[in-house]
């Protein structure tokens, strides 16, 4: 019989010596430059980390060849961020430039530190979902390559999150990023009534939706759809196989910006709708590499120092965010779900 | 190779400066069908611009109810390596910090039972092992065991929890989140194995207000470390940041959310009113040197933060301004077993906590966790007046 609930490896196992020694007494840290950093114990002990890109989907092979560069320059340890990124742990300072110039060599992506855009957190898309409006890893691709110059070095004011998500549930912070790439649908579910009878717990798909456009049809002992009052969030193909929603024409990309997670300065903030739809044009979605480009460069050439992009929004307010990117503003991006006066502009104060 | 198992569309996915996830796919399709197939799948998908996977399917390893999502493609005739292509998660060490050696432990293991292909990692935290038949799963989780990883969480249960590098690597650190991450990870096992609650439940863990695991958004129970005294500084290396090339009242003074610190270019002196401070790490993120988190630390805890799906996004909100986070975590044990045993009683089918607080008031649920009501839960009063009041204070 196996084992069961032993839990995690231990990471005290995990950690390098001089993380074991220096715990918890780290004293301050510098940007070496992008994607390099120093941290400084109260002994006096030095740490380099050098940041490195990831795609996420990697092979045990890849796992193999980092863990043979960690083995030559790191004594055998190495950690990933909550971005997805690889950080290779350096106690010993003439193993640095050896490092960075041998991971340069073979390719990898040094970056992803200070203002920069780091990797974008992203999800499952046609790779292994079956509930995706878009797919995750190609986007993500096409996006950085683009961006890629940003990765590198910091050529903005702030930080700038981006997050990909393939389709409402939003696995990951997309609902909080300065630039979210979320998959959406734009035709309410078709309905297999053969399957929702042998497979749904028709009330349970009922109190799924949101907007309450699911009613039970007790003829066909299935469910009946309200159009107008769908707006295909898929939440009910989520509960019932009986009503799949993806649809080859239907189905593209919003993209979303303005949110936060850290509260320096101000409170987090959630992402607001930018751009309602563009299309799913694989293998490149270059509609949605310029819609990025655009919103990221218009607001790096006009936001202060440490200023992120929903910081400045509500400086410069979204009037001036829509005229100076230049984004038509159409009334999907008017709030109606719930608390959506909570949007609505209560005073004549606003600009031209 | 014929025709049809070309992929022209991902091999443009080879080009350009970004690590390639579709050289990964082909890298592991070399030696594995399953990782083949998957390639030629994707391709389809890319061609059609839709997904190929059947909805759901339970699959697990004896004694857990979570862990593992089952997978099976559409397309099994055509893709016969992937028609059970099921996804493990595996618990992460804290911090995401490995050896060498536990790594290649992992690819062995994963090499022999799955696909080779990997995500590291997972959005909620997990190691994720992408794809393998149902009948390598049991064969594949004990040799997993053999080399200590357990599996993580999915479904209606306690998801993996995550944390911020911590005191491993920060000086900001407010909480020893790693070792607070570990021992919740043990001491909650049962609820993480074996889903009995109404959803999904996600506990993340951030060393200060940064956030860097993202827990106000991403997690039903956010801890955020933080402190009650007064930010510690050191005069010399301000006036050090001000020799160098920092404009302090720029980019630090003008910039303070609560204008609670002062700067006298002159004198080069830094003064904080640290009762008006509200701890957003803003000075201390840009002079590290100078400033650091105050020597009484804790954390807050938030409550409540979840993905849109029914009704709308929502970003955890304060309940316990302040609480000590020292081993063996009691206080905060007994507030996650509290927490869950009223949305146990009260939540709907996939009820979210944070929405059940939402259906029932907060009246319901602070009283249920017996604390009382603080200014610091609220961003502003009610603009309403229609509250509610127990008869017994009508007497």
Redesign the interface.
């Known amino acids: 019989m196996t084992r069961t609930d032993f839990g995690p490896p231990n990471y005290k196992e995990m950690l390098p010596p001089v993380i074991k020694e220096n715990y918890g007494k780290w004293k301050y840290h510098e940007r070496v430059k992008p994607g390099v950093l120093l941290h400084v114990g109260e002994s006096g002990d030095e740490l380099y980390t050098v940041r490195v890109g990831s795609g996420r989907l990697v092979s045990t092979d890849w796992i193999r060849d980092i863990c043979g560069i960690a083995e030559k320059f790191c004594g055998g340890h190495l950690r990933f961020t909550s971005r997805h990124n690889l950080e290779f742990l350096v106690s010993e300072k003439e193993k640095l430039e050896p490092l960075i110039a041998h991971l340069k060599e073979e390719g990898y992506a040094v970056g992803g530190t200070g203002h920069s855009i780091s990797n974008p957190v992203h999800t499952q898309g046609w790779i292994h979902c079956h509930t995706p409006a878009t797919d995750a890893s190609g986007i993500v691709k096409a996006v950085m390559d683009d961006l890629f110059e940003y990765f590198t070095d910091w050529k903005m004011p702030a930080h700038c999150r981006v997050s990909l998500a393939c389709c409402l549930n939003m696995c990951g912070a997309v609902h909080c990023s300065d630039i979210a790439i979320l998959g959406i649908h734009r035709k309410p579910p078709t309905i297999d009534h053969d399957i929702v009878r042998s497979k749904c717990e028709i009330p349970n798909v009922i109190a799924a939706c949101p907007t309450g456009a699911i009613r039970p049809d007790p003829k066909a002992k299935s469910l009946t759809v309200t159009d107008e009052k769908c707006m295909y969030c898929g939440n009910c193909y989520t509960m019932c196989p009986g009503m799949p929603v993806a649809d080859p024409v239907g189905d593209g990309i919003s993209i979303w910006v303005g949110g936060k997670i850290s509260s320096a300065r101000t409170p987090p903030k959630f992402s607001r709708l930018a751009i309602p739809f563009l299309p799913n044009n694989p293998p490149r979605w270059p509609e949605v590499t310029d819609a990025v480009r655009n919103i990221l460069e218009t607001w790096a050439s006009h936001a202060n120092k440490h200023e992120r992009m929903g910081e400045w929004i509500e400086r410069v307010g979204w009037e001036r965010f829509f005229s100076l990117t230049g984004i038509p503003f159409s009334v999907q991006l008017i709030d109606d779900f719930t608390l959506a006066s909570d949007t609505y502009r209560s005073t004549p104060a606003f600009k031209w | 190779m014929t025709e049809d198992s070309k992929t022209p569309?991902?091999d443009?996915?080879e080009?350009?400066?970004?690590?390639?996830?579709?050289t990964?796919?082909k890298?592991?399709g070399e030696k594995n069908e399953m990782?083949k197939d998957?390639l030629h799948q994707?391709e389809k998908?890319?061609k059609?611009?839709?997904?190929?996977?059947?909805?759901?399917g339970i699959v697990g390893?004896?004694?857990?109810g979570g862990g593992v999502?089952g997978?099976y493609t559409e397309l099994p005739e055509e893709f016969p390596a992937i028609a059970e292509?099921h996804?493990f998660r595996v618990?992460?060490?804290?911090?995401?910090?490995?050896?060498?050696?536990?790594?290649?432990q992992?690819?062995d293991v994963?090499?022999k039972h799955g696909s080779?292909?990997?995500?590291?990692?997972g959005?909620t935290?997990d190691i994720i092992l992408?794809?393998a038949p149902t009948d390598a799963l049991?064969p594949c989780?004990?040799d997993l065991?053999e080399i200590?990883?357990?599996l993580g969480g999915s479904g209606s249960d306690m998801r993996t929890p995550?944390c911020?590098?911590g005191?491993?690597?920060?000086?900001f650190?407010c909480v020893?989140t790693?070792d607070l991450l570990?021992d919740i990870?043990?001491e909650f096992?049962?609820e993480l194995?074996r889903p009995m609650f109404p959803y999904k439940s996600k506990i993340k863990i951030s060393g200060c207000?940064?956030?860097?695991?993202?827990s106000?958004?991403?997690s039903d129970f956010s801890v955020i470390g933080t402190w009650r005294d007064e930010i510690r500084m050191d005069p010399d290396e301000v006036a050090n940041y001000a020799d160098g090339n920092m404009d302090i009242q720029?980019?630090v003074v003008d910039?303070?959310?609560t204008g609670c610190i002062k700067w006298e270019a002159e004198t080069k002196t830094l003064t904080i009113d640290n009762g008006e401070c509200?701890?957003?790490?803003?000075c201390i993120?840009?002079m590290?040197?100078a400033l650091r988190p105050g020597k009484d630390q804790g954390a807050t805890i938030l409550v409540g933060g979840k993905?849109?799906?029914?009704?709308?996004?929502l970003?955890a909100w304060v309940i316990v301004p302040f609480m000590k986070m020292e081993p063996p975590y009691d206080d905060f044990k007994d507030f996650i077993r509290t927490a869950w045993e009223w949305w146990d009683e009260n939540g709907?089918?996939?009820e979210r906590i944070g929405e059940l607080i939402n259906r029932l008031g907060m009246r319901a649920f602070l009283k249920a966790m017996d604390l009382p009501p603080v200014p610091q839960m609220i961003?502003a009063p009610r603009a309403n007046p229609y509250y509610f009041w127990d008869p017994e204070e009508v007497k």
């Open positions: 569309l991902l443009q996915l080009e350009g400066p970004w690590p390639s996830f579709v990964e796919m890298r592991a990782a998957l994707l998908s890319y059609n611009k839709i997904g190929y996977w059947k909805h759901g390893v004896r004694g857990y999502i997978r292509f996804t618990n992460h060490p804290s911090g995401w910090f490995y050896t060498t050696d536990k790594l290649r992992l690819c994963w090499d080779g292909l990997t995500n590291m990692h959005a935290g992408l794809g049991q989780f004990d065991a200590d990883f357990d995550s911020c590098v005191p491993g690597r920060c000086e650190a020893d790693l570990h990870t043990n096992q049962d194995h207000a940064n956030d860097c695991v993202a106000v958004a991403r720029a980019e910039l303070c959310p509200n701890r957003c790490m803003h993120n840009l590290p040197k993905a849109p799906i029914v009704h709308g996004a970003m709907k089918m996939r961003s």
